[in-house]
């Protein structure tokens, strides 16, 4: 008789990311002593701050007052260097992936992507790339769908819901909401074809009706939608210091004494409920018809996988910025003269991305996160979210916890057996829309801790 080899049963993935993850060590997907070139995605704000829309609850807005006066478009010089220099610096095959953001990045005109598109097939040479935009869509005619068809463009549309909530807070100069022309901007990318996805922002306007915008977005075609929950805070001292109008994102370990909120800001509980009421539409309708991606990233999350957004994974610093005139910065919600890391004309991105300081931004959202978070069942899932939140107490008065903790909670414990279920699902070869013909039992038991 053969000697059979005993098997060790292996925990699953999920299981070994929560240990990691209660003790501190360091989570799988980082490997910061590694020298060899890393992956990111450098999202490009052409026309810096300007735009036409003055909606109320915009971050970014404000950000002019810490830019050079005059004209922020992007030369063509910077264009080059930034098109030139991120090709090269991407390692591997894998197309590379340019994403346009603004302000309202639709404002520098066609020529400017042509232009773009143009020196990307230059420098890519033969590698393939892709180019996202995300805009209002007010400036959207035939000319741009045209050109956004042809060039295989992905759009993200700026729509928070049914005109009353949309127009809530996203006005004109006028202080008129941006409702129809948004609409129409979106009836150019259906009509010409163009591949497109929702951004909605979830107010306190919207976090009542979470149905309504549910509803209205799936009738008005979308099939792919992002649900950002709006949170600023009032200024501190540190920004009324730069001119800023809001709070300056939270540094590390930063102990915030006083958390005064926006009107236009969630409650955290709402959002949590929110959430739970669309999911629970979601769960047992449109698994497999229609996407939102809090619920793919939160799935991902609980099978141990990247999460695919850098505030649901362990650490961040992989997602810079670069500014009209070059400047490159370590985040979109820290662009502030400290986290500058260098200018895309004169210095090495991959130098800028793996220079100490940046590594350093990277590191700390996981190692600053409270004891708190690490001992909370459905921890694994968010990760502590964006660092820019984390600007709260834990219930034993440790500093760094987020605003939106309670609202995430509540989420994630609600979807936790249907993920458990899809999981199981899946891995017996069933697609997850086999979900909305399952019976769930709905335990109460953390997040990582159902298999």
């Not at 109320?56 to 010089?77: I, N, T, V, W």
């Not at 236009?264 to 769960?283: H, K, N, T």
Request: hydrophobic share 35%; glycine share 8%.
């Amino acid at each position: 008789m053969s000697k059979r080899r005993r098997r060790t049963k292996k925990k699953p993935r999920h299981q070994a990311r929560s240990k990691a993850f209660a003790q501190g060590a360091p989570a799988p997907q980082a490997n910061s002593d590694s020298p060899e070139p890393i992956r990111f995605c450098l999202m490009a704000k052409p026309i810096g701050p300007a735009c036409n829309l003055r909606c109320q609850y915009c971050f970014y807005l404000e950000k002019e007052a810490l830019l050079d006066r005059g004209d922020h478009r992007m030369s063509d010089e910077v264009l080059e260097a930034y098109v030139r220099k991120y090709i090269e610096s991407q390692p591997g095959r894998e197309p590379v992936a340019f994403h346009w953001q603004g302000g309202e990045p639709t404002l520098i005109g066609l020529d400017f992507y042509r232009k773009a598109v143009e020196l990307q097939r230059r420098y890519a040479r033969g590698r393939a790339f892709t180019n996202t935009i995300q805009t209002n869509g007010v400036l959207l005619d035939d000319e741009w769908g045209r050109f956004l068809s042809k060039g295989s463009w992905m759009v993200g549309l700026s729509l928070d819901g049914p005109k009353e909530i949309h127009d809530a807070y996203r006005l004109d100069p006028q202080g008129h909401g941006s409702f129809d022309a948004v609409m129409r901007g979106l009836d150019v990318l259906k009509r010409h074809r163009v591949e497109f996805n929702v951004l909605a922002s979830v107010t306190p306007t919207s976090t009542p009706q979470p149905l309504e915008v549910y509803n209205f977005l799936k009738q008005a075609g979308v099939e792919f939608v992002q649900f950002m929950p709006i949170v600023e805070r009032l200024p501190d001292q540190a920004a009324e210091e730069l001119g800023l109008q809001l709070a300056v994102g939270v540094r590390s370990g930063e102990d915030v004494q006083t958390v005064r909120m926006t009107p236009w800001s969630v409650e955290p509980e709402a959002y949590g409920m929110f959430l739970c009421r669309i999911f629970d539409q979601w769960v047992r309708h449109d698994v497999g018809s229609f996407t939102v991606m809090n619920f793919e990233w939160a799935l991902a999350n609980y099978m141990g996988r990247p999460a695919g957004v850098c505030q649901w994974m362990p650490r961040c610093g992989r997602s810079p910025i670069i500014e009209h005139n070059g400047d490159v910065y370590a985040c979109d919600h820290y662009m502030y003269p400290e986290y500058r890391l260098g200018n895309i004309v004169t210095d090495d991105l991959q130098e800028m991305m793996q220079s100490p300081a940046q590594r350093r931004f990277g590191d700390a959202k996981l190692d600053a996160l409270p004891k708190y978070c690490r001992q909370c069942p459905v921890g694994p899932a968010c990760w502590g979210e964006c660092p820019k939140r984390r600007f709260c107490r834990t219930p034993d008065g440790e500093p760094g916890l987020n605003y939106l903790c309670a609202g995430y909670k509540r989420f994630f414990e609600h979807a936790a057996p249907y993920f458990h279920a899809i999981t199981k699902l899946m891995q017996a070869g069933h697609p997850a829309s086999k979900i909305m013909e399952t019976e769930i039992a709905v335990v109460p038991s953390g997040f990582m801790k159902l298999h």
